[in-house]
């Protein structure tokens, strides 16, 4: 990831799920983030999965908004999102009205989405 075999502006979608936060250090993620955003085309986006909060694994680092800004520049959105689903899956028919109580709790928010779009090439006349 930190020296991906691919030309420039090649994908119009470049996706980073748990990549991040499974690298070493800062200079990883940062370098990781910087290929993310070379191979990117034009108009083209880079989504970025990373847990939102501490996890068992202490092997893992915290990935935040902030890093993957400072990397990519202005325009990272990010949201909150949960893994409940499977859950879900199991309340069978009470899951309609018990799921959006269950995504408002905050450690059930475990991870976070991020997204950057590289600005379009700019067409001159």
Known sequence: MRA??????R????LLLTVLSSLRGAWDVARALGEAARVTAPGGTVVV???RMPTR?????????DDVATVLGPGV??????????????L?????????????????????????RRPPASTSA
């Not at 994908?11 to 470049?14: A, E, K, N, R, S």
């Open 92 to 116: 069978g028919r009470a899951t309609p009205r018990l799921y959006p109580a269950l995504a408002r709790l905050p450690p059930l928010r475990s991870h976070r989405l991020m997204e950057w």
């Open 11 to 14: 994908f119009d979608l470049v």
């Open 57 to 65: 694994n202490r092997a893992t680092r915290l990935v935040r908004v």
């Open 77 to 90: 959105s990010s949201r909150p999102i949960t893994l409940l689903p499977p859950l879900a899956r199991r």
């Open 4 to 9: 991906l075999p691919f030309e420039d502006a």
């Open 49 to 51: 999965w990373e847990p």
